[in-house]
């Protein structure tokens, strides 16, 4: 197993993204066209509603969010530690599980940045952070020491070892595999586990399930990413698993 047969299996999976309102919303397409997604387009009348969204895979519904969540989401909050709405949240939660093309910097940035952000809030649990090279890290270092001021929450970040952080609380794995240098990720679990069940997973009253979330993106052209990211609590269990018997 390899971080590259994870990237595979979730680039197998095609959704569609299906807006019935009354005009197109400016930016979606733009959105959308780096991410395995089909965006499509059905007009309703003018009820003042704005709107509704529907995700399919494969021809199957797969949920709906109302049209909001479209808007917020092509122009998300900048802040630290500030939580998308709850249908934006759920918009994000139906597109899951696709892959990506194209990614830049500045958004694989605010990608990580929303994973990052429900650890903070969550305060508890363990957030692994691959930054290629720990250099990387300078810029997000006052990003990390808040999240490791959060004494519930076991912080790991992972690279190439051209730059040696000393951020109290978070526990620094230095590699020089390819494997690390190719691939950005951040996975978090979800919260501290207290109890094992039947598939040998761990959860708290459910905080595993929803709150565990993770990315993955492998680095083709000079910072240009693919990968997918996940709120699927059994991916990113698997992730976990992998970065922690791999690399610790």
């Known amino acids: 197993m390899s971080l590259a047969d994870f990237l595979a299996e979730v680039a197998r999976r095609r959704k569609t993204l299906t807006v019935f309102a009354p005009e ?8 959308f066209e780096t991410r395995n997604v089909t965006v499509e387009h059905e007009t ?5 509603s704005g709107g509704f969204v529907v995700v399919s895979e494969n021809g199957e519904f797969v949920g709906s969010v109302g049209g909001d969540a479209v808007r917020e989401l092509v122009a998300p909050p900048t802040t630290f530690g500030t939580a998308p709405s709850e249908a934006t949240q759920a918009l994000l939660n139906l597109l899951a599980d696709t892959t990506f093309v194209s990614f830049d910097k500045r958004q694989m940035l605010a990608t990580s940045r929303e994973i990052e952000d429900r650890a903070f809030r969550c305060g508890r649990g363990t957030l692994r952070t691959g930054f290629q090279s720990l250099s990387a890290l300078r810029a997000q270092e006052r990003i990390y020491e808040l999240l490791a001021n959060k004494e519930g929450l076991d912080v790991h970040v992972y690279g190439r070892p051209d730059w040696s952080p000393e951020i109290p609380g978070v526990t620094v794995h230095t590699d020089e595999t390819p494997e690390i240098g190719a691939f950005w990720f951040v996975v978090f679990d979800g919260g501290r586990a207290s109890k094992e069940n039947e598939t040998g997973r761990t959860s708290e009253l459910g905080t595993t399930d929803e709150q565990a979330c993770a990315l993955l993106a492998e680095e083709g052209e000079p910072h240009t990413f693919s990968g997918f990211w996940t709120y699927d609590p059994e991916l990113v269990g698997e992730l976990d698993d992998y970065l922690h018997e791999t690399y610790g």
């Not at 197109?24 to 959105?31: F, I, S, V």
């Not at 309703?44 to 003042?48: E, V």
């Open 24 to 31: 197109q919303y400016e930016r979606l397409g733009d959105h």
């Open 44 to 48: 309703l009348p003018d009820d003042g």
